[in-house]
């Protein structure tokens, strides 16, 4: 983790602040944002149903996560010409904790794979000083593998389960000088959920044209669940937050 913080700070320590007139384009141009390097301490709180099987997911972030992350990435894509800014981001986490399947004595390997793709549209709707207030909407799409086994290796469940929705919200971005910018957004979907909220708020330093670096904090709560019964009953109901740290390349 800290050698993660150490390369993602390092062009602090390398490079001279960005001016102004750097920083913000003209409304007419294309701006483009990539961050390849983003790093979601995500931790979660609550359990996935698998027939009539309750499977938790409590995981902290440095005590669990950490030790049963088996992959993780994201990565994050806006292009913005004048009040339109179009976005994506893709994410992907492989868990692999060992748990008790609630209200038995029973413990389980889980390998527990979750993917998600979204693409939105944001539309600045007002203007101030320093600070534009955005709306935005788009659509989520979420697949999630569930491979539950016994320590002696047989397999008690094995699900794979995919999903829509649909997502509106805002988005305020705030210049604070000409280096540090404020951004938050929050939003609200449903579709393939019953409800999913999205709320995100992070600091942005630019320390050249090109690039910049940001931190922040990411809440995310999902509550899903399909309409089999028996054995193909599937349902997630957790909260996924922790802090955000990554790198953004601009051009």
């Not at 993917?115 to 955005?134: I, N, P, S, W, Y």
């Not at 999205?198 to 922040?216: C, E, P, Q, T």
């Amino acid at each position: 983790m800290n050698k993660i913080i150490f390369i993602l700070c390092l062009p602090l320590l390398l490079t001279t602040p960005v001016s102004a007139a750097d920083e913000f384009a003209s409304d007419d141009e294309w701006q483009f944002t990539l961050s390849p390097m983003f790093l979601w301490g995500m931790s979660m709180n609550g359990d996935s149903q698998i027939g009539a099987a309750d499977v938790p997911l409590n995981l902290e972030f440095t005590d669990d996560v950490l030790s049963n992350l088996h992959a993780v990435f994201t990565v994050h894509f806006e292009a913005k010409q004048g009040d339109w800014t179009l976005f994506s981001e893709v994410q992907y986490v492989d868990l692999e904790p060992t748990t008790k399947i609630s209200g038995t004595p029973v413990t389980v390997d889980v390998t527990f794979k979750n993917t998600m793709v979204e693409l939105g549209a944001a539309r600045r709707v007002a203007q101030f000083e320093k600070t534009d207030l955005e709306l935005l909407f788009g659509a989520r799409y979420t697949k999630q593998q569930n491979h539950t086994k016994a320590l002696n290796g047989t397999t008690l469940v094995d699900v794979k389960e995919d999903w829509w929705d649909g997502f509106v919200g805002g988005r305020v971005i705030t210049r604070i000088s000409e280096n540090w910018k404020f951004e938050g957004r929050g939003d609200i979907g449903a579709g393939g959920s019953d409800l999913v909220w999205n709320l995100a708020a992070f600091l942005d330093y630019r320390f050249k044209d090109w690039g910049s670096v940001f931190a922040g904090y990411k809440y995310m709560d999902y509550d899903y669940e399909n309409s089999d019964r028996g054995t193909s009953h599937y349902a997630y109901d957790a909260t996924q937050q922790g802090p955000l740290l990554g790198l953004n390349i601009h051009w």
